[in-house]
């Protein structure tokens, strides 16, 4: 095979860190990788803090605060990411039937398999419950506190992508660009089919060297979600922290912003084969392949809803804060 065009997944990458390894072999990259994004957001909302953000007139923020307020948004949002994977994503119907499976860690073997299925939007909502009654039983300011934790959240996501590559789940579309990797657990395409072939070539292969079943290279979307829903959104609303023109401002970019760049990423990235698509022009159009701007995956139903929810709590929060600008002039 010619891989000129194309980038073989690196055959040292594997789920667990130490594979092979009693008791340290089951621990995983993602797992690493959530440790790693909540020590960033940790250290981005004590760096909000240190500015003076979270002050008022007669209170100081403290890091205790910061540890318990991130705390809370923690234990929440794991438990959103993981109910919403079980209960919306997974179509078995078993956790519907046995709840009390959601947070059991072993299969049925009795085998260690961890927490397996989380949800970016489950976790999202769970965080945001988590956050906004923290505020509540501190009485602290949700829209201000909750703008804090938009400054961190996106650079600590970044990993939360990076952990999905090197767990080599939710690859993209097949693809001809030079950066196109090809994921060993992808779905393997027969190479009698023409399309196959023709495709093959065009991403570098030897036809006459071509295997029964061709695994195609794919779009990274880990990549370019790290990249946008995390990198460019951070440096995004980081530089707009010190010119937010009212408290919620940030958190609507926050939301809007992420569902705007998820939404598009979708379309290069592939949906779950067994949701397929929420609404499709097509029904029978494949999985693999983008066939249709108006084919839309359950995340970009769930993009656009954030999009409008972004927008709606910018409009309310500009005008809560003109109206409490008002009541004190």
Known sequence: MNFLLSLAYPSWIHPEILPGIPVLGVIRWYGLMYVVAFSIAFVLLKKVMNEGALNTYNYTCTEDDIFSFISTGIIFLLIGARVFSALVYDTS???????????????????????????????????????????????????????????ALPLGYTFGRLGNFFNGELYGRITTVSWGIIFPAAQKFSKSLPWVAEFAQKCG??????????????????????????????????????????????TSVYITGYGIFRFFIEYFREPDSDLGYRFAVNSDAPLYLNTSFLNLSTGQILCLTMIASGILLGVFAYFSDRSKKSSNS
């Open 93 to 151: 119907g078993i956790y519907w039937k046995k709840p009390y499976l959601i947070f059991w860690p072993f299969s049925s073997n009795g085998q260690f398999v961890g927490l397996q299925g989380m949800s970016y939007h489950g976790g999202f909502i769970g965080g945001l419950f988590g956050m906004c009654l923290w505020c509540r039983l501190n009485n602290k300011s949700i829209l201000k506190w909750v703008d804090a934790m938009s400054c």
């Open 205 to 250: 292969f030897d036809p006459e060297t071509l295997p029964n079943l061709v695994n195609l290279p794919r779009h990274p979307s880990q990549l370019y979600e790290a990249l946008f829903e995390g990198v460019i959104l951070w440096l995004i609303i980081w530089n707009l922290r010190k010119k937010k023109p009212y408290n919620g401002f940030l």
